[in-house]
C-alpha cells in the first residue's frame, strides 16, 4: 500500500499566510483522507515540528525530506491555492516527480460547496501526459 504527496504552497513572509495555507491542507487532507485516500502532506506533517522546533521555513530545509517522501508515493497531488505557481517548493517537487515518473494530479478545491475536484493537467502546464482525469470528493465518506 502507498500514500499521495499532497502538495501545496506555503511559504511567505506573512506567517497567517503560512497559517492559512496550513489549514486549507489539512481540511483538504481531512477530505481526501475521509474519502478512503491515503495522504501525506509535508506542509500538515511539517509545519506543527517546524513551529515547536523553531525550524527554518522554506524549501531549501526540507527538500530532502520531501524527496525522500515523494520517491515512495504513488502519485503528487497539487492542491491548488493561491500561490501554488510561484511557489518555489511546488515547483521543486514536480520536478522530483518527474525525475521518479510519478503520476501528477492537481486538487482544485470549490470552498463554497466544500469539495475538490482532482484533475490530471494538460500539457500546456508542462506535464508530459495529458490524460484527462477527473475525480469529485464532497464532504461524505463516498467518492462521487
Given at each position: 500500500?502507498?500514500?499521495?504527496?499532497?502538495?501545496?504552497?506555503?511559504?511567505?513572509?506573512?506567517?497567517?499566510?503560512?497559517?492559512?495555507?496550513?489549514?486549507?491542507?489539512?481540511?483538504?487532507?481531512?477530505?481526501?483522507?475521509?474519502?478512503?485516500?491515503?495522504?501525506?502532506?509535508?506542509?500538515?506533517?511539517?509545519?506543527?515540528?517546524?513551529?515547536?522546533?523553531?525550524?527554518?521555513?522554506?524549501?531549501?530545509?526540507?527538500?530532502d525530506y520531501d524527496r525522500i517522501m515523494i520517491s515512495h508515493c504513488s502519485s503528487l497531488w497539487i492542491l491548488l491555492l493561491a500561490g501554488?505557481?510561484?511557489?518555489?517548493?511546488?515547483?521543486?517537487?514536480?520536478?522530483?516527480?518527474?525525475?521518479?515518473?510519478?503520476?501528477?494530479?492537481?486538487?482544485?478545491?470549490?470552498?463554497?460547496?466544500?469539495?475538490?475536484?482532482?484533475?490530471?493537467?494538460?500539457?500546456?502546464?508542462?506535464?508530459?501526459?495529458?490524460?484527462?482525469?477527473?475525480?469529485?470528493?464532497?464532504?461524505?465518506?463516498?467518492?462521487?
Amino acid at each position: 500500500m502507498s500514500y499521495i504527496y499532497l502538495a501545496s504552497p506555503y511559504s511567505d513572509p506573512n506567517p497567517s499566510v503560512r497559517e492559512a495555507r496550513f489549514y486549507e491542507v489539512c481540511k483538504c487532507a481531512a477530505h481526501l483522507m475521509h474519502s478512503g485516500e491515503h495522504i501525506f502532506s509535508p506542509i500538515a506533517h511539517s509545519h506543527p515540528i517546524s513551529m515547536a522546533g523553531n525550524l527554518p521555513k522554506g524549501f531549501d530545509y526540507w527538500a530532502d525530506y520531501d524527496r525522500i517522501m515523494i520517491s515512495h508515493c504513488s502519485s503528487l497531488w497539487i492542491l491548488l491555492l493561491a500561490g501554488w505557481r510561484r511557489s518555489v517548493g511546488i515547483k521543486a517537487e514536480i520536478e522530483i516527480a518527474k525525475e521518479l515518473n510519478k503520476e501528477i494530479f492537481h486538487v482544485v478545491p470549490d470552498f463554497q460547496r466544500e469539495t475538490y475536484t482532482i484533475e490530471k493537467p494538460y500539457s500546456g502546464d508542462q506535464y508530459e501526459d495529458n490524460k484527462s482525469v477527473s475525480k469529485k470528493y464532497r464532504r461524505s465518506s463516498n467518492k462521487t
